[in-house]
């Protein structure tokens, strides 16, 4: 089973950034900063949407961003891929289901995934996108406020395993400090995939020097084909796939 964070790990920048630049025409009042900081980022993406599109963006228009907007190098192979090796695909994210769903299915992939655990957000009757807090996380330190992606995951999994589903390696793609709890939380023989030049190898490296380690595997990449590596690589390592001469 391979899960995956969406914004800089599937698509290839911040959903919620993309959606707004298209529409935003006036400043953005010092309230939403308040916001950000006391509540979290979905409360503040809640407002956001609210503030900017009184008049409601409709459903179209997210369709013609998202179906526009770019993957990252090589990731379509690679879901593409992991699927023709026998992988149960996820997403883990801390955007929301609408915009995640639309993006995917837009670009004829949703039919891939298992299923998207993100902040749930749909369009209302009057036409409003609607985001909501997935959990209210008090626990977790490292992790937001809305979202405990280390805890999704290994709910998920304790799930699948009840409905007689089991996994002989999980792995977990991500680009953000964020995705550090799920990456912590794998065990020893799993795979931790952490994109290349943004903050998770930071934050990688400074818990490292803390002495914190991840039992998983580590692997950072840049574009698809890294990571399919790395699954190939593993399933050789465990009997399930003969490399031919």
Not at 70 to 79: A, G, Q
């Amino acid at each position: 089973m391979f899960a995956f964070d969406f914004d800089h790990t599937l698509l290839d920048g911040n959903c919620d950034l993309m959606v707004q630049a298209k529409y935003s025409v006036e400043p953005v009042p010092e309230y939403f900063k308040i916001v950000a900081k006391s509540y979290g980022v979905t409360k503040y993406m809640k407002e956001m949407f609210r503030f900017r599109y009184p008049a409601a963006v409709g459903e179209r228009e997210f369709q013609s961003i998202l179906g526009q907007a770019p993957w990252v190098p090589e990731l379509p192979e690679c879901l593409l891929m992991l699927k023709k090796l026998g992988g149960e695909l996820i997403v883990i994210s801390d955007a929301n289901t609408y915009f995640i769903r639309l993006f995917l299915k837009e670009h004829k992939m949703l039919k891939h995934f298992h299923d998207v655990i993100a902040n749930p957000g749909y369009i209302d009757s009057q036409g409003q996108l609607v985001i909501r807090p997935y959990m209210n996380n008090l626990e977790c330190q490292m992790s937001s406020r809305n979202l405990c992606k280390g805890k999704v995951l290994m709910d998920y999994i304790a799930k699948r395993q009840q409905e007689g589903q089991s996994y002989r390696f999980v792995g977990f793609a991500g680009d953000g400090i964020n995705d550090y709890c799920p990456m912590y939380r794998l065990r020893s023989g799993d795979l931790a995939c952490a994109r290349k030049g943004f903050s998770i190898g930071d934050f990688i490296a400074s818990r490292a020097n803390d002495g914190v380690l991840l039992r998983a595997k580590l692997v950072f990449w840049k574009k698809g084909a890294d990571i399919i590596k790395a699954v190939q690589d593993k399933l050789v390592s465990v009997g399930c796939l003969v490399v031919q001469p």
